[in-house]
């Protein structure tokens, strides 16, 4: 099972910008579906953005142009381009497989914090 480690949070002033970094133990070439996933104070874990093993992206009404997925299979990293953050983007925010997401017991990095706050 590949490891996934997030990383790039922080803070962030409104209209801001951070790039997050999903670092994998492994090989990505062969997870089809990646995904970055976010929770919230007081809310659910939600699927924010979606990248396949052919590139193609699906992303959240919420964040629809304004973070951009992708992948880097050569070096085995996944990010997230977070740009125009909103205070309500402010979550802990996870990556993951979106096999292992589905599971019942499904498997879970510790995330990365980002905070939008002026």
């Known amino acids: 099972q590949v490891q996934l480690v997030e990383s790039g949070g922080g803070l962030v002033q409104p209209g801001g910008s951070l790039r997050l970094s999903c670092a994998a133990s492994g090989s990505i070439s062969s997870i089809d579906g990646l995904g970055w996933y976010r929770q919230a104070p007081g809310k659910q874990r939600e699927l924010v953005a979606v990248v396949s093993s052919r590139g193609t992206t699906n992303y959240a009404d919420s964040v629809k142009g304004r973070f951009i997925i992708f992948r880097d299979n050569a070096k085995n990293t996944m990010y997230l381009q977070m740009n125009s953050l909103k205070p309500e983007d402010t979550a802990v925010y996870y990556c993951?497989?979106?096999?292992?997401?589905?599971?019942?017991?499904?498997?879970w990095g510790q995330g990365t914090q980002v905070t939008v706050s002026s």
């Open positions: 993951n497989d979106l096999w292992e997401a589905a599971k019942d017991f499904a498997s």
